[in-house]
């Protein structure tokens, strides 16, 4: 897509906001410890934790003195490289096949939408993807999923509204070892994190794949909004405590200016992102891809 990639397109806001803010701290201070304050008071405001803005401030302060320069070009360089730093501090998820992955998070975040791009996604690929509409509260939730599934051409599994979810989980298993399918993506009800019988059903979910299908790579994905910012952070931190998630989906980047609490996320709970909503076409997702979100942010 021309000059930007998809990624760093979607980070235009946030890219724009920081780095007048530099611009200006640039034209009114040498590289001392007004700049350092002034920059940590720039990454907070993009919504980077404290604890996690002043290690980066930290080490950038360290990465300087070793550099002894007072360059712009050098210092957003360096900081661009312990902002890469800091985001591969957490693994990244490689999928193996075979994969299931369940999807989860609070309403309205875009996770069907994302099961539907991530359908698309590993079908261009060549694998052969089933989805699961364990979704039975939400009205219409199956019949959105059941679109999506046409868009991206794949077998749905589902039952009637108010139906066990689990039951739902224990079908589309079955099924997807029959015939011996790459991957089962598991749409889940968007529920409050605070909610703990909700978050008991997420458990049995899970236990229903690990115990019927325990040959599969089980992987649990957050989707997140990325305009809630640092908001996100507790529903990573509830989420995690009760099944464990292994990756973050983010979607509505690109209208957002705060974008810099991956960095929390990665440093602070050790969980990366994988995937970027990067549009509303069934194509605009995108792997997750630190360089690329670093030259993106500054």
Aim: proline share 2%; aromatic share 8%; charged share 30%.
């Amino acid at each position: 897509m021309g000059f930007f990639s998809k990624l760093k397109e979607s980070l235009i806001k946030t890219k724009s906001a920081i780095s007048s803010k530099i611009s200006q701290i640039f034209t009114k201070d040498k590289i001392g410890d007004d700049f350092y304050d002034d920059l940590l008071d720039i990454l907070i405001s993009s919504d980077i934790s404290v604890n996690t803005a002043e290690r980066i401030i930290d080490d950038l302060h360290e990465k300087m003195k070793k550099e002894k320069v007072s360059d712009k070009e050098v210092v957003l360089s360096q900081l661009r490289e312990v902002i890469k730093e800091t985001l591969d501090s957490c693994d990244p998820v490689e999928i193996k096949f075979p994969a299931v992955i369940m999807v989860i998070g609070v309403n309205g975040v875009g996770k069907t939408t994302s099961i539907g791009k991530l359908a698309n996604y590993y079908t261009k690929q060549g694998k052969q993807v089933t989805i699961a509409a364990a979704d039975t509260f939400r009205a219409a939730a199956t019949e959105q999923l059941d679109v999506w599934a046409e868009r991206a051409k794949v077998r749905i599994i589902k039952q009637g509204e108010g139906g066990d979810p689990s039951a739902v989980v224990f079908d589309a298993v079955n099924s997807v070892k029959s015939k011996k399918a790459d991957l089962l993506i598991i749409d889940t009800a968007g529920r409050l994190h605070v909610k703990a019988n909700l978050m008991e059903e997420l458990k049995k979910m899970s236990r229903v794949v690990a115990k019927e299908y325990p040959q599969a790579n089980f992987y649990k994905f957050i989707v997140l909004d990325a305009t809630t910012g640092q908001n996100s952070f507790s529903q990573v931190e509830l989420f995690n405590e009760a099944v464990g998630i292994d990756g973050i989906i983010l979607t509505k980047l690109d209208g957002s200016a705060k974008g810099g609490f991956i960095l929390s996320l990665a440093d602070e709970l050790q969980v990366p992102v994988s995937f970027v909503g990067v549009g509303e076409k069934i194509d605009d997702i995108v792997m997750f891809d630190t360089q690329e979100f670093a030259e993106g942010l500054v």
